[in-house]
């Protein structure tokens, strides 16, 4: 899957960002490689180009350029904007993606979504930590050289004119993630919504944290072997994972928000805080607290209070369930002889039977013993109580079957709504909407389709996001998962209470059909 990361710069040496993509660096401390002279090593392989610049001149040109137009000459200003492109390790294996078409893609979303800018791309093939992903480099001047068209993800009307910064927003970046999607996808290479948010969100300093952290760790625990001392531990921990970690346990046990935050403070050291409707922690070893939303959606409100929600309505089914599973007696009906065609034929075959009739009364008058039934009124009466619960257990799976395939269809519509909503927006632009629509009338139908569907659905309430949807479908597969194992509970104790109940009117003479008249209540026992 191919992601974008954005890095804002305030360095004034903008030679330092060309060194960095055309020399070797360490990855833990960012430093260059130097070898036996002292020299920085240039890297094995790697594509380099510029846009609007020569790349070899990039941090002269990008001085006189804000020297022109007197901007970036303070140093709290943001001089550059590092945008990476790391594409999935298996797009080489299984794609056949080079570094030079890697390349080339970069160069078209550089010109793409960064017009008049002046830019480097380069890519590099080796990736971080061994991975052995390509990766693509986007290090632009945040001031426009060039006056350009006006294009749909330019909010201001200064956007498009030199002399003017760039201005990401939420919803350029937005755009970037989308253009990079429908890049992919239009090269067949892996790739994933990198709209939705993360349910666990592992930012780049975090990472890095955890790497050094780790190897840190490693050298440590070294010394303490190498001392005959076992180490306590071999895994770094972030402050970050530690609340992941201890969130994920409290949330599963608990049945409210009071015993939540009482499993947090009691078996982890970790405060729990509600401010104007949002979660956020601290840390044992931390003066201040972190919001869920840093942590990623697992760790927001809605989603955990989905999951203690839950938590409490299990505890409530659990109560109503039998708690031992159900075990088949292999009770069978007994053989009517009367009726019997292949008995009347053959004594032997008669004899047989009896035989076997005999001993599934045995077994018969075991259960009944066994399960505490002195009347035929007893063994029928919880024949059926189990069939009012094995009915309305099989309803309450139809309903949630029924809601999992209404979510299913508007996860579909929502994302053939998401895939093709910047055709439209293309659409709603053109000059020439009959042509664009006879150019794209698939997309077009596609995405109001979607849109209709999705309208109708949410009535006059706002559309539910993809992220929303996705944790409802999520909510409904583990009741659809627990509401088919209490059907099938159900199901199978009321078929074995169907064979008892006949084997006793068998026994008795009686018709199973027909109603047991108080006047013949019969010992059974």
């Known amino acids: 899957m191919a992601i974008l990361k954005h890095i804002a710069s305030k360095n004034a040496d903008y030679g330092e960002a060309r060194r960095y993509l055309i020399f070797q660096h360490n990855e833990y401390t960012g430093k260059p490689i130097l070898d036996e002279n002292g020299k920085m090593q240039l890297r094995e392989e790697y594509y380099l180009d510029g846009v609007e610049c020569d790349p070899f001149s990039f941090d002269m040109e990008c001085r006189e350029l804000n020297a022109r137009f007197h901007k970036n000459q303070k140093y709290d200003e943001i001089k550059s904007h590092h945008y990476i492109i790391s594409f999935d390790p298996k797009d080489r294996d299984e794609c056949g993606l080079t570094g030079e078409q890697a390349q080339q893609l970069g160069l078209e979303y550089c010109k793409k979504n960064f017009p008049g800018h002046q830019a480097l791309v380069c890519t590099h093939t080796d990736g971080h930590n061994g991975s052995g992903n390509i990766h693509v480099h986007i290090v632009i001047n945040s001031l ?11 909010e201001r009307n200064c956007d498009s004119r030199a002399g003017n910064k760039h201005h990401l927003t939420n919803d350029y970046l937005v755009y970037l993630k989308q253009s990079l999607m429908d890049l992919c996808l239009r090269e067949n290479l892996h790739q994933v919504d990198l ?14 944290a955890k790497r050094s952290g780790q190897k840190k760790l490693e050298e440590r625990n070294r010394q303490m072997i190498s001392e005959g001392i076992t180490p306590r ?10 609340l992941r970690t201890s969130i994920d346990q409290a949330a599963a046990s608990a049945h409210d928000l009071k015993e939540f935050e009482q499993i947090l403070s009691e078996k982890f050291n970790i405060k729990f805080k509600i401010s104007r409707g949002r979660f956020s922690y601290l840390h044992p070893d931390r003066d201040k607290t972190i919001t869920g939303r840093n942590l990623g959606t697992h760790y927001e409100k809605d989603y955990l209070m989905e999951v203690i929600e839950n938590n409490s309505r299990l505890e409530n089914t659990e109560k109503d369930t039998p708690t031992a599973p159900f075990e088949k007696s292999g009770l069978r009906l007994v053989t009517d002889l009367q009726h019997c065609i292949k008995a009347q034929q ?11 009739n005999l001993q599934t009364m045995a077994k018969t008058l075991s259960y009944v013993q066994e399960h505490g039934y002195n009347t035929v009124e007893d063994a029928e009466g919880k024949l059926a109580e189990i ?15 029924g809601r999992l395939r209404q ?23 053109s000059k020439n909407k009959g042509q664009f629509r006879q150019e794209h009338s698939s997309e077009l139908a596609i995405y109001e389709t979607a849109v209709k569907f999705l309208k109708e659905k949410a009535g ?19 009741q659809k998962k627990e509401a088919k194992e209490k059907y099938y509970y159900y199901r199978d104790y009321q078929k074995e209470l169907d064979t008892v109940c006949g084997n006793i009117h068998a026994a008795l003479g009686q018709q199973q059909s027909g109603p047991v008249r108080k006047q013949e209540r019969n010992d059974i026992s």
């Open 144 to 154: 426009r050289k060039n006056d350009v068209e006006r294009q749909e993800f330019m």
């Open 233 to 242: 531990t071999t895994v770094f921990q972030t402050q970050k994972e530690y």
């Open 460 to 478: 006059d309430g706002q559309l539910p996001t993809l992220q929303t949807l996705k944790a409802e479908k999520e909510k409904l597969l583990v």
């Open 407 to 429: 979510v299913n269809e508007q996860i579909h519509y929502t994302g053939q709504y998401l895939a093709n909503k910047s055709i439209y927006s293309q659409f709603l632009r």
């Open 387 to 401: 069939k009012e619960l094995a009915s309305s257990s099989r309803k309450e799976l139809k309903d949630i079957e």
């Open 195 to 208: 709209l939705t948010k993360a349910e666990r969100k592992v930012t780049e300093k975090e990472y890095h």
């Open 346 to 356: 053959s004594k032997a075959y008669a004899g047989k039977v009896k035989l076997s």
